[in-house]
């Protein structure tokens, strides 16, 4: 549909512009939440483009393609296909368990403090002056995720 439209450079170079600032220009946004800005654009600019009668199939195609679009969306943000993963940043005070050796006992104690089904650590930062370590753990929701092998338990940084 937008292949069919007749679009000048200079209009061209204006949407790469309005895309570079979003992406470039704003710090506080998500990857998530500047995803979802990009397919609102694209949605829009797909109804501004659109004309009744026209080879590119006019408000019917552009129906047909935002419905796609929404519904693409819908099923890869849906956990049919992938898993959904989150995480947090934790302040962790047992640098002892910290290890490779004792990754289990890692994950057993996190899950026991935490509540959460984490099933992966990042090590972010170790100050062993105050015996603590800054922690990202991974974790999925209401879900029952077999226990990794022992070497992708903890990732260093």
């Given at each position: 549909m937008l292949h069919q439209v007749q679009m000048?450079?200079?209009?061209?170079f204006g949407l790469f512009a309005v895309f570079s600032m979003l992406r470039y220009r704003t710090e506080g946004i998500s990857i998530k939440?500047?995803?979802y800005l990009f397919v609102v654009i694209s949605i829009g600019l797909i109804s501004a483009i659109s004309e009744v009668g026209s080879t590119t199939g006019g408000w019917a195609g552009a129906a047909l393609l935002n419905s796609l679009i929404v519904g693409a969306v819908y099923l890869l943000e849906?956990?049919?296909?992938?898993?959904?993963?989150?995480?947090?940043?934790?302040?962790?005070?047992r640098t002892d368990l910290l290890?490779?050796?004792?990754?289990?006992?890692l994950?057993?104690?996190?899950?026991?403090?935490?509540?959460l089904l984490v099933y992966r650590v990042?090590?972010?930062d170790i100050d062993f002056r105050k015996e603590s370590a800054q922690l990202i753990v991974y974790y999925h929701e209401n879900t029952k995720r077999?226990?990794?092998a022992v070497k992708e338990i903890i990732t260093y940084r």
């Amino acid at each position: 549909m937008l292949h069919q439209v007749q679009m000048s450079m200079g209009a061209a170079f204006g949407l790469f512009a309005v895309f570079s600032m979003l992406r470039y220009r704003t710090e506080g946004i998500s990857i998530k939440d500047m995803t979802y800005l990009f397919v609102v654009i694209s949605i829009g600019l797909i109804s501004a483009i659109s004309e009744v009668g026209s080879t590119t199939g006019g408000w019917a195609g552009a129906a047909l393609l935002n419905s796609l679009i929404v519904g693409a969306v819908y099923l890869l943000e849906s956990e049919w296909f992938v898993q959904r993963e989150f995480s947090k940043t934790i302040f962790y005070d047992r640098t002892d368990l910290l290890r490779p050796e004792h990754a289990l006992d890692l994950l057993d104690d996190l899950r026991a403090r935490t509540g959460l089904l984490v099933y992966r650590v990042e090590v972010r930062d170790i100050d062993f002056r105050k015996e603590s370590a800054q922690l990202i753990v991974y974790y999925h929701e209401n879900t029952k995720r077999p226990v990794p092998a022992v070497k992708e338990i903890i990732t260093y940084r």
